[in-house]
């Protein structure tokens, strides 16, 4: 018995097997076509196939599997060496970006540390000090240039003018003296007119009176002279009775008779002043000298009488010159110290550099000691223990991280079909994991290191995706990249497509055949959108209404394939894609119609 079964050929009896359920099913599918009492034609018949114009959704896609990988790996390595003192993680544990995850015995680098740091405020101290010394200089050379265009501008004219009106009462320079800015030059007094200031109500006053004429009575001679109220005080003042006045002052011209100690009374309009004044003269005050120099020519004497404007003396043009180089000699001494108060900075700012340097170093390598995750993920392997030594000539990573924040996997995709791939095209993903779940990616990099098969190169295209889920790496995942894609648009079979824009209609006032189209068919020229190898987007032409022709077939084989598209151009074979698609047959004599081939 076992020598009778070992000689049977397995596969062959299998194989029947197969071919006869598939027999029995299809003989139960036309029995059942039977005795529904659909009509059969006769075997020599033709049928007429047609679909409905219909909206859906079309779409290109390119696919391909691969193996599902972390968005980033990394291996934890370092350069130093000593002893782990503290690996507060294990393997499985989320870490995040900057953890710290081994700690390295840090004790030779303290002291290092404390120097360093005393070296970087001992530099700033210094920077400081110089900063505040070159802000300095900068202040001086301001003052410096200021003076010297002030000088420029003064000793622009060597004539020195007066600056009042009056007589020259003492003079106290004389020709050929050198005097310096702010020497006394002559005392000037001028009494041809007076002024009286005196006491008015302060209820009565205020600016309004400027301008105003007032009478002045000289009390001693009772004479009235007319005069002019220059100023009025805003200042209130107590008189005895504690009456409130403010003082206000009167230009008289002087008849002759008046001096600085004289007293009057005035009255202002129907206003009368509270008590009597005294006069004082206008003019008297001493001509200093504005600018430094030697008097070259004198042009003043006591006694004589001087107008504002005139000029008084005259410096000699070598004292000028003289005091024009002194102004100019402190710019430029307050310019060299500004160089030297710079260079101060920049060296102390150098030695800050240097400090700060030294420090960032030590810095540096206390911070290698503690070795951070360089990216947050989940670890999957811990190699370095507490208490194990590490040297840093080893190239074994203390931990291994993956970042599954996001997971990639690499679709090849044909050198043909290359061009049509973009970074961010969308990806629809399926993984053998998991049935019937749909998940998404975008393409992310498509690489030019290319790999080439039988003649055939290929490109890795990276696919990002960002819903995880319950994905992990290593599972195997299939991508279809969408190419092209259009929602809601007209669409017809491929097949009912004619010489690359035409297509036939149905029109029961068609009466001719045309080529393999039967009578009852009109032609309508369409333009055409994409297309997945089923369905072809219409995007002018058809109204959504139609019945268009698809093809002739014959009806035996439409009969074992009921419901069925008979569009197989498709990647999917014979497997219908919509069942919303509606398709019709009409029975037809073998010889109505032409049974060549599409035109």
Not at 175 to 195: C, F, P, R, V
Request: some cysteine; charged content about 25%.
């Amino acid at each position: 018995m076992k020598r009778f079964f070992s000689k049977i050929k397995w596969k062959k009896v299998i194989k029947w097997v197969v071919i006869i359920a598939i027999i029995l099913l299809v003989g139960n599918f036309v029995f059942q076509r039977f005795s529904a009492k659909r009509m059969i034609p006769t075997s020599d018949a033709n049928v007429t196939t047609t679909a409905k114009v219909e909206t859906r959704d079309i779409q290109n896609v390119l696919s391909s599997s691969g193996t599902i990988e972390p968005l980033n790996t990394y291996e934890v390595k370092t350069l130093v060496e000593g002893e782990v003192i503290a690996a507060d993680f294990e393997e499985g544990d989320i870490v995040e970006e900057g953890q710290v995850l081994y700690q390295i015995d840090t004790d030779t680098l303290d002291n290092k540390m404390d120097t360093a740091e005393t070296a970087v405020e001992r530099a700033e101290k210094n920077y400081e000090k110089a900063t505040k010394s070159y802000n300095d200089a900068i202040e001086n050379h301001q003052k410096a240039q200021a003076d010297y265009e002030e000088a420029s501008k003064d000793y622009g004219n060597a004539n020195i003018e007066a600056t009042e009106t009056g007589i020259v009462k003492t003079l106290y320079v004389e020709e050929g003296d050198t005097i310096q800015k702010g020497a006394q030059i002559a005392e000037i007094y001028d009494n041809s007119s007076m002024l009286l200031v005196i006491p008015f109500p302060a209820s009565e006053v205020d600016n309004s009176l400027l301008g105003k004429k007032a009478v002045v009575t000289i009390e001693a001679s009772d004479e009235t002279l007319q005069g002019k109220v220059t100023k009025v005080s805003n200042i209130d003042e107590a008189l005895s009775g504690n009456r409130l006045v403010n003082q206000v002052t009167i230009e008289v011209v002087n008849p002759g008779g008046l001096s600085a100690q004289t007293t009057a009374t005035a009255s202002i309009g129907s206003i009368y002043s509270s008590a009597e004044g005294t006069f004082a003269v206008k003019t008297q005050t001493v001509i200093m000298a504005e600018n430094a120099g030697k008097i070259g020519t004198l042009k003043i004497e006591e006694g004589s009488r001087i107008k504002e404007g005139e000029v008084i003396y005259t410096l000699t043009k070598e004292s000028i010159e003289d005091q024009l180089e002194s102004f100019l000699s402190k710019v430029e001494n307050a310019e060299d110290s500004i160089d030297n108060a710079k260079d101060s900075v920049e060296n102390a700012q150098d030695a800050i550099d240097d400090a700060k340097s030294s420090l960032e170093d030590v810095v540096d390598t206390r911070t290698d000691y503690s070795i951070t995750a360089p990216i947050s993920g989940k670890i999957v392997s811990k190699n370095a223990l507490v208490g194990d030594t590490i040297s840093s000539n080893s190239n074994t990573a203390l931990c291994v991280i993956y970042d599954l924040s996001a997971v990639t996997f690499e679709m090849n995709v044909d050198e043909l079909d290359v061009m049509s791939v973009k970074v961010g095209q969308e990806v629809d993903i399926t993984a053998d994991a998991f049935e019937n779940v749909k998940m998404s990616g975008v393409v992310t990099n498509i690489s030019l290191v290319s790999s080439a098969n039988q003649g055939v190169t290929q490109y890795p295209v990276t696919v990002k995706i960002e819903e995880v889920g319950n994905l992990l790496p290593g599972m195997n995942v299939t991508g279809e990249i969408i190419i092209q894609k259009v929602e809601g648009v007209l669409a017809i079979p491929s097949d009912a497509l004619m010489r690359g824009d035409v297509v036939y209609v149905v029109d029961a006032s068609v009466t001719e055949a045309v080529g393999e189209v039967p009578v009852g068919f009109k032609e309508v020229a369409v333009e055409t959108g994409i297309t997945d190898g089923d369905y072809i987007e219409i995007k002018s032409g058809l109204t959504g209404q139609e019945e268009v022709y698809v093809k002739r077939i014959s009806e035996a084989i439409q009969m074992m394939m009921p419901g069925m598209g008979f569009n197989q151009g498709g990647r999917d074979g014979f497997t219908q894609r919509s069942s919303e698609t509606t398709y019709s047959t009409r029975t037809m004599p073998a010889g109505g119609a032409n049974s060549g081939g599409r035109n």
